[in-house]
């Protein structure tokens, strides 16, 4: 237990170093994002962080069975809006659950992230998306 | 030199006029206290004739997108080249925070941008809007007849009175930090540099569709007033209720520290504003 705070720590302070931590939180754009292309990811959730502006998935999993798997960091919107637009649930993705990610990798190559367009529970087959425009009409059950 | 009765007095006389005038120099009279009157019953009987926006309300977010090409604001030439260069990076894959630091989206860019619902309740005196996903996203709207305050006090959503033109209500904001931007999208927008007035019509356009129509002044940035309306759907469904949101939530995560104690820690971020990684369990 001691080891895993100490590398909190000092993930926190090498995140610091990177310079990720001045321009903290927000509601931001997704162009770092390329919406021109679109890759499958399949693996296994590890954690899903349920919070806002943008709820995030790490998943252990690789988008190339040839390649070894990694862990990969999938960002989507807001919980009210995965709600309102996709039908999710705070335990819509558990750890250890098998799940097939459809997602756009980022701009830049190499990198293991991505913004979610859709997710499918391998076991049932349910889908999850992730378009907050879907949610433009009243009524919505 | 022995004082008699006539001196004596005179000095008491004295120092009673002198001891009184430093005594109305030190406590000025004060101005009666405005006070806020508990409700009546026909204050809350009221409330019920007025329209009812009960619900979740969500923003058309596709109008958002296609009004900043069909009706951008009337930037003024400094702001234009600033806003160009905005859009420009965006496209490039590299978007300016216009929101950083989970400060207020503020008045009237909440209105103008936001991607999440809010609430609107009706009480005597008063309607107050609250948003989703930011614990910070509040306006006050005093409808009692105030006026704003002689005195500024910026704030980030402003000073807002209002009132009703049958099942309009008309809000006039002032008094909004210079800081709060006007903002077409999360990527683009500028800080008013003060001096921005809001003025609101809202109202229903449809059984399940509120109107914002948005008339901003903000002289330090645009060459004139800019209309503009914002569209919002109306949700009933019970799992659609706004539920806390708190915005520096995004840049930690949960985890149990070596004292057995659930804390937060951070997270990497990109100077976009994306995770970027998150610290093993």
Redesign the interface.
Known sequence: ??Y??K??GA??V???M????S??????????F?FTKSQTLKGKVV?M?W????V?I?ITGTTNPDEAPGDW?I?T?????L??AGGWRRDALKPGDEVEVTFHPE??AG?K?GLLQEVKQVSTGEVFTAN??D??????? | MKSGPIGIASVALFTLVLASSIASAQAPQKAPAVVNPPPTAQDWADIAKLPDWSGVW?P???DQDAQVKTNPPPWNEAAAKKIAKMFAE?????????????LP?ALPSWMLVT???MEILFTPGRVTMLG???GNRIRRIYTDGRDHPETSDPTFHGHSIGHWEGDTLVIDTTDIVPEAPLAV???AGLPNNGDMHVIERIHLAD???LHDDLEIIAPNILTKPWKTTRIF?????R??D??E?????????E????D?DHVF?????????????????
């Open positions: 237990m001691r895993v705070l590398s909190i993930f926190a090498l995140a610091m990177a310079g990720g931590i321009q903290v939180a927000a509601h931001h754009s997704a162009s770092m390329d954690e962080r919070v806002n502006p943008h995030t790490t960091l960002e919107t807001s919980p009210g809006n709600v309102r701009r830049e990198k992230s907050i425009r949610q433009e009409k009243p009524g919505l059950e | 969500n058309k977010i596709s965006e496209k490039a894959g590299r978007p300016f925070l216009v929101f950083s630091n989970c989206e991607h999440n619902a989703e996903s930011d999208s999360e990527a059984k399940d569709i759907f109306r949700q009933r469904a799992k659609f706004i539920v949101g708190v915005c520096a939530t995004g840049d930690l995560v985890r149990v520290n070596a057995g820690v951070p997270v990497q971020k990109s100077e976009w504003g994306h995770t970027t990684a998150v610290p093993a369990k």
